[in-house]
């Protein structure tokens, strides 16, 4: 009984570290600029880090940017926050929502940025439509501001989309199945 109300008290934390992943702002425009910024910020930095990701994106099908606030203790992850995806033949920009659930080994929290690369049409709609990816990863990272470095390698279950993800501050070691959930906000759309 005892480790059971533990467990339930460590899941209730850690859904609540990972909804610290809010979008500011106090209106709609200023909501929407808040994650705007952010995508521009993070293609920046992946284009620093990445450079080919910047021919990738521009030869996709639509990509999909988001910022993540992830937290694992032990044997539970979660993971919340919010992002744009792109169309690129219509430049139709549909703001979104996600948050995550996984199992595992690991410990930690991560401030992330995740960069979805979407080769084909379908895949990209589908994402925006319906919006799961399952995805195991393995992976450590330490890092603050500038300082510090990251190793994660992520695979989603679909070959036609690149993931990448961006480590913004945090200290974490895991190797997690995880699933999470993206959708439309219908606040900012």
């Known amino acids: 009984m005892k ?32 994650v705007l910024k952010m ?4 293609l920046n930095q992946l284009y620093q880090k990445h450079p080919q990701a910047r021919s990738q994106i521009a030869s996709s099908a639509g990509y999909a940017i988001f910022s993540n606030i992830n937290t694992n203790i032990i044997f ?3 993971s919340g926050g919010y992002g744009v995806a792109t169309n690129n033949a219509s430049r139709h920009q549909t703001f979104m929502r996600m948050a995550g659930f996984g ?6 929290v991560r401030d992330m940025r995740l960069v979805m690369i979407f080769k084909k049409r379908h895949d990209f709609d589908s994402f925006v439509d319906n919006g799961w990816d399952l995805s195991g990863q393995a992976g450590a990272a330490a890092q603050s501001d500038e300082q510090g470095g990251h190793v994660n390698a992520t695979q989603s279950v ?7 993800q961006l480590t913004k501050a945090g ?19």
């Open 39 to 42: 995508q521009q910020e993070t």
């Open 158 to 164: 679909d070959a036609d989309v690149i993931t990448y």
């Open 171 to 189: 200290l974490s070691i895991e190797a997690t199945i995880d699933g999470t959930k993206f959708w439309k906000d219908d606040e900012l759309n």
């Open 3 to 34: 480790s059971s109300f533990k467990i339930l008290t460590l899941c209730l934390v850690l859904i609540s570290l990972s909804a610290c992943s809010t979008i500011k702002g106090s209106s709609v425009p200023e909501k929407r600029n808040y």
């Open 103 to 108: 199992v595992g080994l690991g410990a930690g």
């Open 76 to 78: 539970v992850t979660t």
